[in-house]
């Protein structure tokens, strides 16, 4: 799906432009010109780009290669990469995706290419369509929108990480079991992931707030700035989430080394109480013995029923009692 949007003051906003118009429309300055690509193929994408004049090289990367977040200097324009990422919780279990997000900024136009649709791409749309005047700042402070909207979803995801490791750090002292080591490592996963998106992105940042851009106003460049200030404020609880699950992963190993050597000590005690009852038994349980005339009530078919039934509910019911207390 191709998308644009085209805003000129003193005009009602265009919509939905024919693809041939977007080399005009550009050359005005006045106006400013937002080109959405989602989830359109190559083939149909590489002559509109190249309609726009972009360096074969920006379009290519944009187009089939996957980077880092990054930025390149064209002078007449910007290309950016951006990543993001999207994290779903599903009970206990955590899915994340990380997807490209390419710009090309202009002086009066960007262009965005991503192949699937982006929370913060839509919600920057509906808020230029609802209110045009967002459009009057200029094509970097559209820019500075998305990026905006596209750092700001990252917050609940830290705050729901957060949430889940209080709740796995009550069932490390509760019942701690494998599942509970499956959940921290599924988070350690989401965090190192996020991690490697921040870091880069973070400079990108930076080189936008301070680096001197043709195509950047100069009073644009604190708002940038802020945005450097959220990614950092985002990269430090990202690090102490991680330091946050190394504890408890800690914690965990050291409850269950506890409960094992508990549980071995309940088993030694056991042992060493039947150990006597065992060699009774072995020695007094000879076929060499004869019973006694008093004694021959002991060989009769209760007695050794009687003892069959404990030797055979014996082990069960110690083997249900291990299972209640978790031994097993």
Known sequence: MIRSLFFLPGQPSQKDLPPEKFPELIQNEQGVLWVDFVGEPPETSLPILQGFGFHPLSIDDALQETHVPRLDDWKEYLYIVFNYMDVKK?????????????IFLGRNYIVTHHDEPITAIDDTWISCD??????EEGADHLLYKISDFLITEYMPVVEKI???????????????????????????????????IVLPQREVMNKLARDDFQVVDPKDRIFFRDLYDHLVRLHDLNESLRDLVGGVLDTYLSVINNRMNEIMKT????????????????????????????????????VFDFTLLITVFLPIGMYTWFRRRTWL
Request: no cysteine; hydrophobic share 40%.
């Open 90 to 102: 599903n009970g206990d279990d955590w899915e994340s995706h990380v997807d490209e997000l390419d």
């Open 162 to 196: 957060d949430d889940a490791v209080d709740q796995i750090e009550d069932q490390v002292f509760d019942r701690p079991s494998p599942r509970t080591l499956e959940q921290l490592f599924a988070i350690k996963r989401v965090l190192l992931a996020m991690r490697r």
């Open 130 to 135: 609802r209110d045009p005047r967002t459009l």
């Open 267 to 302: 088993l030694t005690v056991i042992t060493v109480l039947f150990m006597p009852l065992t060699f009774v038994t072995g020695f007094f349980g000879m076929n060499f013995f004869e019973p006694l005339g008093l004694m021959k009530g002991w060989t009769t078919s209760p």
